[in-house]
Every structure is written in structure tokens, then in C-alpha cells.
């Protein structure tokens, strides 16, 4: 056993600094949620007097009540719909996360028909595929309750629509590799969305209300002069007497949820159960996590307290301790699930990534699953670091980390800069699951260090040329690049362009780490029966 030794003193100046600052990030992540909730609450009114539920009412009831929900990318699109802070609605216009219908963890998919009528947001794409390929990746089940509007014609881009294709595709792979996909057409499923009903195994459509067509009453005029009547064109009776297209036809909203769990319930798929393992809850309070990272991504943090807060009675097994020491890595368990943890207490030296490197390589060998708590500025630079190779050792890190052959999982605690975000497995070295503190920075570089180093090619360059340096305009262009970098730095700007699968409340983190420890086991464990296709001969 080997109980970390807690060093952190919630009465200091620095702690209650630092509290403050997270608490501040906190109450600005879940004022932003609420906004998304508010703006499709709006709706109530004009749902309720055609007996529908509202999006959010739907995902609640088609969830086993009390089960644990882990919705992803909240702040998906944020500040792309409009450019205001004080208006724009982030989530992309879809509401997605993971949990329970009848007992089977699934993924569930939502449109939030709230808001413009269930049009796809910005991001709302980007979301949508990220789900679906965390679905394929862990075998787990799609539920998708349907009602949209479809793309914004206001918003067109081409690429949208071709990328868009996508979607279908990859409900297609669902299927065909086995995992349910049921879908409840709450409204509006039309031209190529049609196909978002279309791609399912299961389909419910709710009398009255469901509409599936590949062109609308106007569109159908338009290009045929034919006139038909949305329901006579695309009904939920048509399409459940008549096409063929639904499966099963509910009386309204409600009642398609129910038939949904239904569907489920008679699913002979494997109800894994949870770990029945023993386990103690960490020594140390989990709520300290909101005061132990400095606002200031330069200061130090001895990330030893915050695993002590995340794992199993405290209790870290580390691994080369005296060797690299700024790299910590380590063995411990969260819920009594085995897990190998790297983290950084400063830059990556040669040392750090060659211990990194057998590490990764020892959990592999062991099936450890393995989590990367990012609090780096980069790989270290400089003339002995480079004689002493830290391309060559920091390249080997990046291929370790590519070619692990375990589940990863990554958390931006702080700092995820350089070629560091990268060997510590950053969005772009596709972890399984990835998660951001409201604190995390990503950039290739510091703003400022982005505005010196053009600084000084500038002068270079000027020197070359024999011309003199404008001081003023120099100052300006180093203002516009940290301007420029800071736009995008920061957490409330990368999970909007779906940089990572969520931002959590620190305190919550071992609560998410068990959730998803669970979901990569128990996919690794599932073998779905994939669907055989056949080619007809003659």
C-alpha cells in the first residue's frame, strides 16, 4: 500500500485563490448549460398544446430512472450560432451522453426540437458522428429520438452536406456490426434526415405527429406539381400501414418512449454487471479538487493531490519515481477498477518520456487501461535537450501512445501545450473518452511565447533587409497574436469546436472515471453478433 501523504491546506491563500477561480469557471459552465435548457424551455408551451414533450422530458423518461446520464459536449458550438456572449446557445442542437434504457447501457441521441425547430446547430454535425463513433467503439446500443428541422438552409455550407453523409453511414456500421439502433420519430424527419429513421433496426413513430419524407408538400409541388397533405405524404399511419417504414405506431409521445423501452427490454443482449469488487473512497475530501490547480498555468502543482482524491483509499503505486520525477506515473484503481495514471508535475525531459514510454508499454502488456492527466506546457527545448534527444525519446512517446492497445482516457487538469498535448494523449491521438477541467488550456504555445518568437523572426527578417523596425506596429501584431491565442485557449472555446467530450467539474472526476472504466470494460468484453450480409447469385 502506499497512501499518498496529503500536502494540501485548504486554509492558504493560494488554495482559496485558487477556489475561487474554479469556482468562478464552475458557475460560468453550468450558467451556459441552464442557457441551452431555458432557450428549449421556451417551447413548453407550444409542445404541451400538441401533447408533445419537450426534448429534455423525452431523454428522461426513455432512461431508467435513478440510473447515472453522462451527457457529452454541453458547450458544443458555443459562440459559432452568434458571435455574443451574452446569447449564443451552445450544445449544437442535439442532446447526447450515455446511460441506461431497460438495464442495456446505451448511447442516446436527442434532437433538441426546442431550439429552431431541431436544426442542426453549429457542431451539431461534429457532435452527432462523435457520439455515433463512441457507440461503435464501446458496443454500445443507439437510442436516437427524432425531430428535426435538418440542416439550417440559412446556414448552408456544402461541406456540411457531404460530410453530413456520415451520419446514415455510420448507422449503417451500428447495425452492422451488431449494436441496436431504435429510433423514436417524435416529428419532423425529412429529406435527407429521412434516412436518420430510415437506418434504424427498430423504428416508433407517434400517430399525428411523425413526418418522414424524402421531399415536403412545397418541394414535392415544386418538382412535380403533385399536392399532397403531410400526412397523406409521410404520416405516421402511412408509413406503419402503407410503406412499411415504421415499425410500431405509438398514440403520442409518451407512448413511443414506452414502446422504446420496450424494444429494449425484449433485446436478448448481455446486461453486464457492475464490478462487485471492494473498494474504499479515497482518504482525502474530493471537493479540495476545486482549490489545487492554480489559475496560473506557470505556477507549479504537485499533481500526487489530485490523484490522491481520485483513486481508491489514496493509494498509489508509483512507477520510476527517482527517474524523470517531473513525469509521474503510476499504478491505482477507481471503483476497484485497475488503471495506470500519467501525469506531469512540469515539462517532458528525456527522462519523463522514456519512463512514459515503458510504462505504456507495461499496461498494455497487463491490459491496464490507462488516464493522462494533462498539466504540461510541452516537451522541454533548448540545445542540451535536443543533443540529448528529445525529438527522438518524445517521438518515441507519441508511437507508444498511438500504438497502445488499451482503452486511454484523457483529462485536461491544466495546461495541454505543444507536442505534450500529443504524448499525453490529446484529442488528436483519439482516447476513448475526453474530459476537460473548466481551468484547461490548449495551445501549440503560450500566447505570449507565440508573440515573441513572430517578434523576433520580424526583427530578423528587418535586419536582413537592412530596413528599421517600427516599434508600434511590431507591438501591435505581438497584441493581435495574443488576442488571437487567447480566443481559442481556453476550455469555453476548444469544447465548443468539440475538442473534447465534455468539461466536468473537478469533484466530479472520479464519478466520470468510474462511469467510463465501466462502459471500456464492459464493451471490451462484448462480442454483439454482427450482421451477415450475403450477395444474391444467380
Same mark, same amino acid.
Given at each position: 500500500?502506499?497512501?499518498?501523504?496529503?500536502?494540501?491546506?485548504?486554509?492558504?491563500? +493560494?488554495?482559496?485563490?485558487?477556489?475561487?477561480?474554479?469556482?468562478?469557471?464552475?458557475?460560468?459552465?453550468?450558467?451556459?448549460?441552464?442557457?441551452?435548457?431555458?432557450?428549449?424551455?421556451?417551447?413548453?408551451?407550444?409542445?404541451?398544446?400538441?401533447?408533445?414533450?419537450?426534448?429534455?422530458?423525452?431523454?428522461?423518461?426513455?432512461?431508467?430512472?435513478?440510473?447515472?446520464?453522462?451527457?457529452?459536449?454541453?458547450?458544443?458550438?458555443?459562440?459559432?450560432?452568434?458571435?455574443?456572449?451574452?446569447?449564443?446557445?451552445?450544445?449544437?442542437?442535439?442532446? +447526447?451522453?450515455?446511460?441506461?434504457?431497460?438495464?442495456?447501457?446505451?448511447?442516446?441521441?436527442?434532437?433538441?426540437?426546442?431550439?429552431?425547430?431541431?436544426?442542426?446547430?453549429?457542431?451539431?454535425?461534429?457532435?452527432?458522428?462523435?457520439?455515433?463513433?463512441?457507440?461503435?467503439?464501446?458496443?454500445?446500443?443507439?437510442?436516437?429520438?427524432?425531430?428535426?428541422?435538418?440542416?439550417?438552409?440559412?446556414?448552408?455550407?456544402?461541406?456540411?452536406?457531404?460530410?453530413?453523409?456520415?451520419?446514415?453511414?455510420?448507422?449503417?456500421?451500428?447495425?452492422? &456490426?451488431?449494436?441496436?439502433?431504435?429510433?423514436?420519430?417524435?416529428?419532423?424527419?425529412?429529406?435527407?434526415?429521412?434516412?436518420?429513421? =430510415?437506418?434504424?433496426?427498430?423504428?416508433?413513430?407517434?400517430?399525428?405527429?411523425?413526418?418522414?419524407?424524402?421531399?415536403?408538400?412545397?418541394?414535392?409541388?415544386?418538382?412535380?406539381?403533385?399536392?399532397?397533405?403531410?400526412?397523406?405524404?409521410?404520416?405516421?399511419?402511412?408509413?406503419?400501414?402503407?410503406?412499411?417504414?415504421?415499425?410500431?405506431?405509438?398514440?403520442?409521445?409518451?407512448?413511443?418512449?414506452?414502446?422504446?423501452?420496450?424494444?429494449?427490454?425484449?433485446?436478448?443482449?448481455?446486461?453486464?454487471?457492475?464490478?462487485?469488487?471492494?473498494?474504499?473512497?479515497?482518504?482525502?475530501?474530493?471537493?479540495?479538487?476545486? *482549490?489545487?490547480?492554480?489559475?496560473?498555468?506557470?505556477?507549479?502543482?504537485?499533481?500526487?493531490?489530485?490523484?490522491?482524491?481520485?483513486?481508491?483509499?489514496?493509494?498509489?503505486?508509483?512507477?520510476?519515481?527517482?527517474?524523470?520525477? +517531473?513525469?509521474?506515473?503510476?499504478?491505482?484503481?477507481?471503483?476497484?477498477? &485497475?488503471?495506470?495514471?500519467?501525469?506531469?508535475? *512540469?515539462?517532458?525531459?528525456?527522462? *519523463?518520456?522514456?519512463?512514459?514510454?515503458?510504462?505504456?508499454?507495461?499496461?498494455?502488456?497487463?491490459?491496464?487501461?490507462?488516464?493522462?492527466?494533462?498539466?504540461?506546457?510541452?516537451?522541454?527545448?533548448?540545445? &542540451?535537450?535536443?543533443?540529448?534527444?528529445?525529438?527522438?525519446?518524445?517521438?518515441?512517446?507519441?508511437?507508444?501512445?498511438?500504438?497502445?492497445?488499451?482503452?486511454?482516457?484523457?483529462?485536461?487538469?491544466?495546461?495541454?501545450?505543444?507536442?505534450?498535448?500529443?504524448?499525453?494523449? *490529446?484529442?488528436?491521438?483519439?482516447?476513448?473518452?475526453?474530459? %476537460?477541467?473548466?481551468?484547461?488550456?490548449?495551445?501549440?504555445?503560450?500566447?505570449?511565447?507565440?508573440?515573441?518568437?513572430?517578434?523576433?523572426?520580424?526583427?530578423?527578417?528587418?535586419?536582413?533587409? =537592412?530596413?528599421?523596425?517600427?516599434?508600434?506596429?511590431?507591438?501591435?501584431?505581438?497584441?493581435?497574436?495574443?488576442?488571437?491565442?487567447?480566443?481559442?485557449?481556453?476550455?469555453?472555446?476548444?469544447?465548443?469546436?468539440?475538442?473534447?467530450?465534455?468539461?466536468?467539474?473537478?469533484?466530479?472526476?472520479?464519478?466520470?472515471?468510474?462511469?467510463?472504466? +465501466?462502459?471500456?470494460?464492459?464493451?471490451?468484453?462484448?462480442?454483439?453478433?454482427?450482421?451477415?450480409? %450475403?450477395?444474391?447469385?444467380?
Amino acid at each position: 500500500m502506499a497512501v499518498i501523504e496529503n500536502t494540501v491546506s485548504p486554509a492558504s491563500e +493560494a488554495f482559496k485563490a485558487n477556489q475561487q477561480g474554479m469556482l468562478g469557471l464552475i458557475a460560468r459552465l453550468r450558467a451556459l448549460e441552464q442557457r441551452t435548457r431555458d432557450a428549449s424551455a421556451l417551447a413548453k408551451d407550444r409542445f404541451h398544446k400538441r401533447s408533445q414533450l419537450l426534448p429534455r422530458e423525452r431523454v428522461a423518461l426513455v432512461l431508467d430512472p435513478g440510473a447515472p446520464f453522462l451527457e457529452l459536449s454541453t458547450l458544443a458550438g458555443y459562440m459559432f450560432d452568434v458571435p455574443d456572449v451574452e446569447k449564443s446557445v451552445p450544445g449544437g442542437g442535439v442532446i +447526447a451522453g450515455i446511460g441506461f434504457v431497460s438495464g442495456i447501457r446505451c448511447m442516446v441521441s436527442a434532437s433538441d426540437a426546442g431550439i429552431d425547430a431541431g436544426a442542426l446547430q453549429p457542431f451539431g454535425l461534429d457532435k452527432t458522428l462523435r457520439v455515433q463513433d463512441l457507440a461503435l467503439e464501446n458496443k454500445l446500443p443507439y437510442v436516437q429520438l427524432v425531430e428535426s428541422a435538418g440542416a439550417n438552409l440559412l446556414r448552408y455550407r456544402v461541406e456540411d452536406f457531404v460530410r453530413g453523409g456520415n451520419i446514415f453511414r455510420n448507422l449503417a456500421r451500428l447495425s452492422a &456490426a451488431g449494436l441496436p439502433v431504435v429510433t423514436v420519430t417524435h416529428g419532423s424527419s425529412t429529406a435527407g434526415g429521412a434516412y436518420q429513421t =430510415g437506418l434504424s433496426d427498430y423504428i416508433v413513430m407517434v400517430r399525428g405527429r411523425t413526418r418522414a419524407f424524402l421531399a415536403g408538400p412545397p418541394l414535392l409541388r415544386a418538382a412535380t406539381g403533385e399536392v399532397a397533405t403531410e400526412e397523406e405524404l409521410g404520416g405516421a399511419e402511412m408509413h406503419t400501414s402503407i410503406s412499411g417504414l415504421g415499425d410500431y405506431l405509438a398514440e403520442d409521445d409518451r407512448d413511443g418512449l414506452r414502446i422504446a423501452r420496450e424494444i429494449m427490454s425484449a433485446l436478448p443482449w448481455d446486461r453486464l454487471r457492475g464490478n462487485a469488487t471492494q473498494y474504499k473512497p479515497p482518504r482525502y475530501d474530493q471537493d479540495e479538487l476545486r *482549490g489545487i490547480m492554480p489559475m496560473d498555468h506557470k505556477r507549479p502543482v504537485d499533481m500526487r493531490q489530485v490523484i490522491a482524491r481520485i483513486v481508491d483509499d489514496s493509494d498509489f503505486s508509483e512507477f520510476g519515481t527517482n527517474y524523470g520525477p +517531473a513525469t509521474v506515473c503510476g499504478h491505482a484503481r477507481v471503483a476497484g477498477e &485497475a488503471l495506470g495514471i500519467i501525469t506531469n508535475n *512540469g515539462p517532458l525531459d528525456v527522462p *519523463g518520456a522514456n519512463k512514459a514510454t515503458h510504462f505504456i508499454q507495461a499496461c498494455c502488456q497487463s491490459r491496464t487501461p490507462l488516464l493522462y492527466l494533462n498539466n504540461t506546457t510541452g516537451y522541454m527545448v533548448g540545445r &542540451a535537450y535536443e543533443e540529448a534527444g528529445m525529438i527522438k525519446h518524445g517521438s518515441k512517446m507519441i508511437q507508444a501512445v498511438t500504438s497502445a492497445t488499451v482503452p486511454q482516457m484523457t483529462i485536461y487538469c491544466g495546461a495541454s501545450f505543444g507536442a505534450g498535448n500529443y504524448g499525453m494523449c *490529446g484529442r488528436g491521438f483519439h482516447p476513448r473518452f475526453c474530459f %476537460s477541467w473548466p481551468n484547461a488550456k490548449t495551445a501549440v504555445m503560450g500566447g505570449e511565447q507565440a508573440a515573441e518568437t513572430m517578434a523576433i523572426v520580424t526583427e530578423a527578417a528587418a535586419a536582413r533587409r =537592412g530596413k528599421p523596425i517600427d516599434k508600434g506596429r511590431l507591438e501591435a501584431m505581438k497584441a493581435e497574436i495574443i488576442g488571437v491565442f487567447e480566443s481559442q485557449t481556453d476550455v469555453f472555446s476548444t469544447s465548443a469546436r468539440l475538442l473534447d467530450d465534455g468539461v466536468i467539474d473537478p469533484r466530479d472526476t472520479r464519478a466520470v472515471l468510474a462511469e467510463v472504466l +465501466a462502459i471500456c470494460r464492459e464493451g471490451d468484453a462484448r462480442t454483439p453478433q454482427a450482421m451477415q450480409f %450475403s450477395v444474391a447469385r444467380p
